[in-house]
């Protein structure tokens, strides 16, 4: 628990940008959306960042939460409540914010029930002055988990390419785009990110060495090795849930296999042998599962097999083919790319009912991966010739475009909590 | 004398050019400033010796094509590029010397992961028609690109039946 504490703080304390990176613009909303109002926080104007309008604009864009105007009032204590007054929102949120004489900031704040007229949560955190983005995603996170009951993902990252020009980047983002950071930048392609489970590393495939080669890279250290790079393409990394291993896909043996290996590169097993193109790991939660993209059966579709070896079993059978599986968090179902009528879609598809649930409807959607909570699936699209990002809630209900300032976004992956 | 290899390198030039690649870069540049006039052309045929054209480079040898296009998500070599790629793996069974690689491509639509395999794929079966048709294996390496080289960007059919393709590169 401490180590996972340090992990935070450090990852905290990588973030320098507050410039956002992408322009973010939502459409849709939840059936039932919560009513809110957050009142702007006593001393924050001396801040480079404004915490009551970062918790808001978090809080919108989940879509679960609709933001009641707190009109010119600005009660920062509980005695300067007037409960009568907010009637219209079912949460308060008020607080204050502190530089402290190190050039720490103090932040407190408090949710409000407004019509039992309780406090729901009250905290006081201190941090460095960097931080103060980090704090109020963390505040956030801690009032959709109180309404909603699911964790809130606003602290957490996402990791991208961005190719601008013949320009490739590796970057790592606050999941609203803020905090944009380059892990690496080559003038060869880069693709598939894959997010080790604790977020101090990504593994990912370059070409920087004129073939498909996988490396994985310390977010901490910024110090990277080639994991895979046998003779052929070497691709698709995805890390166990117990950050022990790794599955890739190597065609050193012939056509595209998927094969397990120790995060040193040690201990290297094959686990397909088809004649057929096996790709695109995803671990099961419970780490005893694997599903994948397979050709095998004619078409491209979805299979699942157990990590020891064994019969793989065939998940899809809609549409032309099926790419890209992931698994969502609670291990209950898997999102895909859904390729019908030569159009590429997002789609969830459940263990138990086999029931398909097209998310997305503007047919160029792909790589799509699920928030930590599960609620929100992450994709890459396409807008006016641009590559951008996209989400999609769990339900198809809340649509998010978040467009770069420059270039193309691609094979976008959402990292996980850090706790 | 000093007139006479004059008119011989110009002709050289001339015929180096019309034997050249349809490259540009690879064509050699028009002789400029010659102070001389050169002399009339049917006086000198029998001065010039042979131009040793690499029959790699030869425009009109079917060893200059170099490339195979694939349909969507396929990787058989099509009947109209086979006698290429047999030409190649000719030309390497009888220049065991030369050696080189078969780069697959595959278009954008589908994953970049499913493309990078199917990139894979269409440059194996490129190399297997080479190896039957003499080449040995050691002469000939594969690599795949996937969907992250394109040669044309556009969104469209004509751009993806461009980049669904495998490229016969010499070492």
Redesign the interface.
């Known amino acids: 628990m401490l180590i996972r504490n340090m992990l935070f703080v450090l990852l905290l304390s990588m973030s320098f940008s507050v410039k956002a990176a992408l322009d973010i613009e939502i459409t849709g909303a939840g059936e039932h959306q919560i009513p809110i109002s957050v009142v702007a926080f006593a001393g924050e104007d001396t801040l480079t960042q404004k915490i009551g309008t970062v918790i808001a604009n978090d809080l919108k864009r989940s879509g679960l939460f609709r933001l009641v105007d707190p009109a010119g009032k600005t009660p920062h204590e509980m005695r300067d409540v007037v409960y009568s007054e907010w009637a219209e929102a079912d949460g308060l949120v008020i607080g204050s914010a502190v530089v402290l004489a190190d050039g720490r900031i103090e932040v407190k704040f408090r949710l409000l029930d407004t019509h039992k007229q309780t406090q729901l949560l009250g905290q006081s955190v201190i941090s460095k002055g960097d931080q103060v983005r980090a704090i109020a995603h963390k505040i956030a996170d801690l009032i959709y988990e109180k309404f909603t009951g699911d964790a809130g993902v606003f602290s957490t990252r996402i990791a991208y390419i961005n190719r601008d020009n013949k320009i490739f980047r590796l970057v790592v983002a606050d999941s609203d785009g803020y905090g944009e950071q380059s892990v690496l930048t080559l003038k060869q392609?880069i693709?598939?990110p894959s997010w080790s489970p604790d977020g101090s590393h990504l593994a990912y495939v370059t070409?920087e060495q004129?073939?498909?080669i996988v490396y994985v890279q310390s977010l901490f250290t910024r110090q990277r090795f080639a994991l895979a790079s046998f003779e052929?393409?070497n691709?698709?990394p995805a890390w166990s849930p117990d950050g022990k291993q790794l599955a890739i896909?190597l065609?050193r043996d012939g056509?595209?296999s998927i094969y397990i290996v120790r995060p040193d590169g040690s201990g290297l097993r094959r686990l397909t042998y088809t004649d057929a193109?096996d790709?695109?790991p995803s671990f099961s939660p419970d780490g005893r599962f694997l599903i994948f993209?397979s050709?095998r059966g004619g078409s491209?579709q979805i299979y699942r097999m157990p990590v020891d070896g064994g019969f793989g079993e065939r998940l899809t059978f809609e549409g032309n083919?099926n790419?890209?599986p992931r698994y969502s968090p609670d291990g209950n179902s898997f999102v895909f790319?859904h390729?019908t009528g030569?159009q590429?879609y997002i789609a969830t598809q459940d263990f138990k009912t086999k029931q398909i649930q097209v998310l997305t409807n503007v047919g160029?959607e792909?790589?799509p991966s699920y928030a930590p909570n599960g609620k929100i699936i992450l994709f890459a699209t396409?807008s006016l010739?641009r590559g951008i990002l996209s989400t999609v809630s769990s339900d198809g209900m809340v649509k998010q475009k978040m467009t770069p300032q420059q270039g193309d976004i691609?094979?976008p992956m959402w990292g996980p909590f850090l706790k | 004398m000093k007139k006479l290899s004059l008119s011989v390198s110009v002709l050289l030039i001339s015929l180096l050019a019309a034997c050249a690649s349809d490259k540009p870069a690879e064509v050699a540049p028009a002789p400029v400033a010659a102070t001389e006039a050169p002399a009339p052309v049917a006086d000198t045929p029998k001065e010039v010796a042979p131009v040793a054209v690499d029959e790699l480079n030869d425009p009109n040898n079917i060893l200059s094509k170099r490339e195979t296009f694939f349909d969507f998500d396929k990787s058989v070599v099509k009947a109209e590029f086979k006698p290429m790629v047999q030409a190649h793996g000719q030309y390497l069974a009888s220049h065991t010397d030369r050696k080189i690689v078969v780069e697959g491509n595959a278009d954008e639509r589908g994953s970049s992961e499913y493309n990078l395999a199917l990139g894979s794929r269409r440059a194996t079966s490129v190399k297997k028609m080479l190896v039957v048709s003499g080449a040995k294996a050691g002469q000939v390496a594969t690599v795949s690109f996937g969907e992250s080289k394109p040669r044309d960007t556009a969104h469209n059919e004509a751009a993806w039946s461009q980049n669904r393709r495998a490229d016969i590169v010499y070492k």
Do not use: L, Q, Y
């Open positions: 392609p693709m598939s070409f004129d073939r498909a052929g393409s691709s698709a896909v065609t056509t595209s193109i790709t695109e993209a050709d491209v083919n790419f890209s790319m390729s030569g590429f160029w792909k790589k396409e010739g691609r094979e």
